[in-house]
Each structure stands twice: as C-alpha cells, then as structure tokens.
C-alpha cells in the first residue's frame, strides 16, 4: 500500500489545486486545518453545538462543491469562512430553530495564535487572560463573568471583538469574514470595548493589572 503523502507543508492553494483533481488527502488535510475555525464561528452564531457541527459539515460540502470558484489569488481562510457564514445564515432563513442553550460560554471556544495571545496578554486585554500562560488560572466565577459580558454583546460587535482581541484576525480580514466594511468593524469594536469595560467595572482594570503583572 502506498503510504499517503505528508501535505502539512503544502500551501492551502496547492491543496485546492490538488483537491480540484480529486485528491482525497488534500481535501482531508483542508479540513483538519479549517474545521476548527468554522466550527468556532458557526457556534458564535448559533450557540448550539449540535447544531453547529451539522452546519460545519455542510460547510465542508459546500466547499469542496465550489472549489471550482475559489480563486488562488486571494487567502483561502476567508473565502471558507465566507461559506460557513452564509451556510448558517441561510439555514436561519430557512426558518429552522435553533437554541442559544449555551450563548454564555460560546465566546471563549476559540483557538487563537499563540503569538497574538501573548501581544493581547502584554497589552493587558481581559479577554485574553484565559489563553495567557498564567501559573494561576482565573477562579470559575470571574471566568464565567467575562463569558457572560461577551454574551451581553450585541451578535456583530461580539464576533468582531472575539475576531480581534481574542483570534487576533486583522480588521480588513474581519471585514471579509463578516462582509462589511472596516470602519463598522472598528466601530464594533470600540463599541464592545466599551461595553465590557462599564459591564465588568472594577474587575475590567483588576484583569489589566493581572496580566500586567504576569506579563513582565
């Protein structure tokens, strides 16, 4: 039997071109690197997590379906996460119901760069202490109080704040994502920096001072 190929190096266009012409490894090595990142945007939206694994999968169908539309010149994370995004709009449309069964835990579940949750952590960004490698963990309650406050969020401003400050994703790359423009990303995020900062009061700037502390 011949052994499958290593494509962990390969480019994300070298694996679309190799998808295209019906290699299942390419295809397998896409969704290892991208179910994660759907996943976590569709439950953001959803707030179930059943039923954001059934409209992961129909991402990846929807994917491998247009991969004839992808163009190379262009990043592939955002076209994909384009697809998981309408997939879940369209699937509301439709007039499905869904639950918001754990809308207060939905806005930590995510896998950011470890370089940028240092960057967030140095800055002294609350949102960032429960990726920090702090020898001492935050206690349950203040963790779930700052899940609580993203879930107070209005839905735009929360994923553009967890796009930002926690996943570390640039604002044009936001803009793309969510399909609008950067400044109403920027205003969506002053708006829930704000909001989390008179939401948590006191704890907001003992957080700050934490990493602060934690980080020098």
């Given at each position: ?19 295209r ?19 976590n ?7 179930e997590?059943?039923?954001?694994e ?22 592939f ?47 002294g ?92």
């Amino acid at each position: 039997m011949t052994p499958s190929p290593d494509l962990s190096n390969a480019s994300d266009q070298e694996l679309v071109a190799q998808a295209r012409e019906g290699s299942e490894e390419a295809y397998r090595e896409l969704h290892r690197r991208y179910r994660g990142p759907v996943y976590n945007l569709i439950l953001r939206m959803v707030g179930e997590r059943d039923l954001a694994e059934e409209l992961t999968q129909d991402t990846f169908v929807n994917m491998f379906i247009g991969l004839g539309t992808y163009r190379p010149e262009f990043k592939f994370s955002p076209w994909i996460l384009k697809i998981a995004k309408n997939a879940t709009v369209n699937h509301v449309k439709r007039g499905r119901r869904f639950k918001r069964k754990r809308l207060d835990t939905v806005g930590m579940e995510v896998t950011p760069d470890p370089r940028w949750a240092r960057q967030m952590a140095a800055a002294g960004n609350p949102l960032a202490i429960h990726i920090h490698s702090d020898p001492t963990p935050l206690p349950a309650s203040t963790r779930a109080e700052l899940e609580q406050a993203l879930a107070r969020l209005k839905e735009a401003a929360r994923q553009c704040i967890i796009l930002r400050d926690i996943e570390g994703r640039s604002y044009d790359y936001i803009a793309d994502v969510l399909g609008i423009p950067e400044g109403t990303v920027g205003s969506h995020i002053h708006r829930a920096r704000k909001e989390l900062r008179a939401t948590l009061g006191h704890m907001y700037d003992a957080l700050r001072r934490r990493l602060a502390a934690t980080t020098t």
